[in-house]
Nanobody, 127 residues
Framework: QVQLVESGGGLVQAGDSLRLSCAAS????????IGWFRRAPGKERESVAA????????YFADSVKGRFTISRDNDKNTVYLQMNTLKPEDTAVYYC????????????????????WGQGTQVTVSS
């Protein structure tokens, strides 16, 4: 099975940028569709972005469209979430997750579809 480790979180001001990384070990990340989720205090976990195994398809929640991008470098076994123009409402713990998929073009957005999760990284955006 694959192990996932998120990094890149921190405390930033509104309007700043951050890049989160999701590094995989144990298995090659190219076997998995990857999703980024977040959980804000007092709220349920929500899907933020997702990318297919081959990187050809992506998904973004309406709340982050135009500000966040997702990419993957299968050679480095890493998926990235570039977050620009951050807002205080982006404050949350961000998680990456892996979904085993035979179809390299599938994008997965449902929480329950993911098989493996990282431990999360805190993103705090001050106003």
């Amino acid at each position: 099975q694959v192990q996932l480790v998120e990094s890149g979180g921190g405390l930033v001001q509104a309007g700043d940028s951050l890049r989160l990384s999701c590094a995989a070990s144990g298995r090659t990340i190219s076997s998995y569709a990857i999703g980024w989720f977040r959980r804000a205090p007092g709220k349920e976990r929500e899907s933020v972005a997702a990318i297919s195994r081959n990187g050809g398809k992506t998904y973004f929640a309406d709340s982050v469209k135009g500000r966040f991008t997702i990419s993957r470098d299968n050679d480095k076994n890493t998926v990235y979430l570039q977050m620009n123009t951050l807002k205080p409402e982006d404050t949350a713990v961000y998680y990456c997750a892996a979904h085993r998929s035979r179809d390299s073009t599938v994008v997965v957005t449902f929480v329950d579809a993911y098989d493996f999760w990282g431990q999360g990284t805190q993103v705090t955006v001050s106003s």
